[in-house]
């Protein structure tokens, strides 16, 4: 339900941090089978918990077609099509369906546009979004993260999503402007590098901000020239957004 509105001055930030080869596992711990059962488990999900929150078909469409399952631990497979949070290592988490599909259709994305996630974690948000356009992009500062989700992105048939390891907190300047940004972590307030890197005409960023292990706030942020209109629209839970040490 969105709250509040507010409209601040842009401030561009163009610092950035340089990338690093990210760890290509010769097997990872997923099951790539889609069976039946997983399918019905996978619409059941949807209609109980996706179509009652979504009004755009394409992104209902899109969490029937991704199978979660495959993105999750194998030990995490009973829960795979439960509407919550699961671990999948290194203290991070694949995101609830209900908010991954509320979050994709706050970015109203059209076919064709450039679209940016900050936290790739297991590679679900970055294949739901694969199925909306063609051109993704997402970064991912966990090194053994990033190369789990390049192969289960590359075995699902989402080999075009480009991914990078570095810090989520710069973006991927190299190919700004984005027409959306999604963010799947929480910094304690909002990254002007990634505002700076959205379409000056109409860009979209979607992002939660807050303290780390309490409440925070997901915003809707759009910038028309130099200004950005911040838009409230819910409190959530996430996992901080990890940064570079040093």
Not at 147 to 173: M, P
Request: glycine content about 8%; proline content about 7%.
């Amino acid at each position: 339900m969105k709250l509040a509105a507010v409209v601040i001055a842009l401030v561009l930030a163009t610092a950035g941090c340089g990338s690093a080869a990210s760890p290509i596992p010769s097997s990872v711990d997923r099951d790539f089978a889609d069976s039946d059962e997983m399918r019905r488990q996978r619409d059941q999900l949807v209609d109980s918990y996706v179509a009652p929150h979504v009004t755009d078909a394409r992104v209902i469409a899109a969490m029937r077609a991704v199978p979660r399952h495959s993105f999750v631990p194998t030990q995490w497979l009973g829960a795979a099509y439960s509407d919550h949070p699961l671990p999948i290592g290194h203290g991070q988490t694949i995101s609830q369906p209900s908010l991954v599909a509320m979050m994709t259709e706050l970015l109203r994305l059209d076919e064709g546009d450039r679209v940016l996630e900050i936290g790739t974690g297991s590679g679900y948000q970055a294949a739901i979004l694969r199925e909306l356009t063609p051109e993704v992009y997402s970064v991912e500062i966990i090194p053994e993260l990033a190369g789990i989700a390049r192969v289960v992105l590359d075995r699902l048939g989402y080999g075009d999503v480009r991914i990078d390891r570095r810090d989520g907190y710069f973006g991927w300047e190299e190919y700004a402007p984005y027409d959306a940004i999604i963010v799947t972590a929480a910094p304690d307030h909002l990254p002007s590098p990634l505002v700076a890197q959205l379409d000056p005409d109409g860009g979209r960023l979607v992002i939660p901000i807050g303290p780390v292990g309490d409440v925070q706030v997901l915003w809707l942020v759009t910038r028309q020239g130099d200004e950005v209109a911040m838009e409230r629209v819910l409190e959530v839970t996430f996992v901080p957004l990890t940064r570079e040490e040093g």
